[in-house]
């Protein structure tokens, strides 16, 4: 088996990888939208169910971002290896790469998580800060709500704390760019 198969057959797993993470996302976008309304709707008649909408904006937040984080993997390891396959075969017939940093985002740019900022933002951008907004106005309102009524300020705190923790991880390896900092550390080698 040669290189330039080994690199196509590196590239189909990642593309595998990418579409199950997708598909992943997506019905997770919808699992977690449900539930949002579903409980929202019940703290209409039950305060008590407030306690658990930042619960869900929280761990909606963090599986999402967790697809991202595959989802942003492996849209740089198909490029590098499309990449690679172009240049040992001296063609441009792997273009895949160009097309997604044109359409849904630069994955080499500096972004929120898969959100690009500027001139090429993109529908991409948008749903996704769209989604992010959504969780933020849900986790707002239910944690407004839970002040308002204090009854456990235990809870509140835990909650807190959470979501500090929860915040700076994702800075640290979204925004700060860490994640992608140590592929590129590795296709620089």
Do not use: C
Not at 31 to 46: D, G, K, M, Q, R
Not at 132 to 157: D, H, K, Q
């Amino acid at each position: 088996m040669n290189e330039i198969n080994i690199l196509e057959n590196q590239l189909k797993r990642m593309r595998s990888m990418n579409k199950f993470y997708h598909l992943q996302f997506l019905n997770d976008v919808r699992f977690y939208f449900a539930i949002s309304i579903i409980a929202l709707i019940i703290s209409f008649n039950n305060e008590k169910v407030l306690y658990l909408l930042p619960l869900i904006a929280l761990l909606g937040s963090v599986i999402l971002s967790f697809h991202a984080y595959f989802l942003i993997f492996s849209r740089n390891y198909s490029e590098y290896l499309e990449k690679k396959i172009n240049k040992l075969s001296d063609t441009e017939i792997f273009i895949t790469h160009k097309l997604e940093n044109s359409y849904f985002f630069p994955i080499q740019d500096k972004k929120i998580v898969v959100a690009k900022i500027g001139k090429e933002f993109s529908w991409f951008s948008f749903v996704t800060l769209f989604i992010t907004f959504y969780g933020l106005f849900l986790y707002a309102y239910s944690v407004y709500e839970i002040v308002s009524t204090l009854e456990n300020i235990n809870y509140l705190m835990f909650i807190i704390v959470l979501t500090i923790i929860t915040f700076l991880v994702g800075y640290w390896w979204f925004i700060k760019n860490v994640g992608e900092s140590r592929l590129r550390s590795i296709y620089d080698e």
